[in-house]
């Protein structure tokens, strides 16, 4: 974690290669990921200046196809991260090079809004996400996303990922045909902190993610598979976002 200056060009000084990085038949996509703190009482100024000032040059990139898509969550339940703001491209160069070129865009002559920005959040944790795994529909304004960040043995995460290929993906998979989940995704660690993984659901209504995950609990309780995949994974956090923009 880090303070956040007056402008969020500092976040990355310089552009730079990380090709070494991507594997052949690596993933299709890249997210990268800002997890704000904030303080509950001005948090909503952080919002505004993201529908002001951010926004509109964000929905930009995506038209222009610099992006391949953005978001920003608001806290709704969960730790200490209280907004999440997220941006996708199609390798990793692209995802850590815009995240420095956009915002140089957003507040060369803005100072003022970023410093305001700043205030409302003054600390955030970055991570890049590989985008594995992921069905279903894209998010929306007004839904409801459930986050799960894992921590694993690092030396056995693979197969936690494949457990979750051939387990729960496709009992995922089966909530979305049936109407009763929207999206559902996995990513894995490219750059960050401690969290290895990442699960994602994605529904009309906390409640319907509620539903949805007791049912794929309900039906996985005590079996080998669920035992094998947390032991490789054995701590998470849960967090439900609104889904902003």
């Known amino acids: 974690m880090k303070t956040i200056k007056k402008t969020l060009i500092a ?8 090709a070494a990085w991507a594997q052949d038949d690596g993933p299709d996509s890249y997210t990268y990921v800002t997890y704000y703190v904030c303080d509950v009482a001005s948090q ?20 222009d196809g610099k992006l391949l898509g953005w978001g920003y969550y608001a806290h709704n339940t969960g730790g200490k991260w209280r907004r999440l703001q997220y941006h996708t491209s199609a390798t990793l160069n692209e995802a850590v090079n ?89 990513s894995s660690h490219v750059l960050g902190g401690e969290v290895r993984r990442l699960g994602t659901a994605s529904g009309s ?9 007791a049912e794929i609990i309900e039906q ?13 994974c054995p701590s998470h956090s849960d967090y439900l976002w609104n889904v902003v923009h």
């Open 205 to 213: 209504s906390f409640s319907q993610i509620l539903d949805a995950r």
């Open 98 to 186: 815009n995240q420095t070129a956009i915002f140089q865009e957003i507040y060369a002559d803005n100072n003022d809004a970023g410093a305001r920005r700043a205030e409302a959040c003054e600390a955030h944790e970055d991570y890049v996400w590989a985008d594995d795994e992921f069905g279903g529909a894209a998010t929306e304004a007004g839904m409801a996303m459930l986050s799960v960040y894992y921590v694993c043995d690092q030396n056995r995460e693979s197969e936690a990922d494949e457990i979750g290929r051939s387990v729960y993906n496709p009992m995922y998979e089966k909530l979305v045909e049936e109407g009763k989940l929207l999206g559902w995704g996995w």
């Open 220 to 232: 996985l309780g005590g079996s080998d598979a669920a035992a094998a995949f947390n032991e490789i």
């Open 44 to 63: 909503a100024d952080m919002d505004d200046v993201v529908e002001q000032y951010e926004k509109p040059v964000f929905d930009k990139w995506v038209e």
């Open 11 to 18: 976040l990355l000084a310089c552009t730079f290669s990380l």
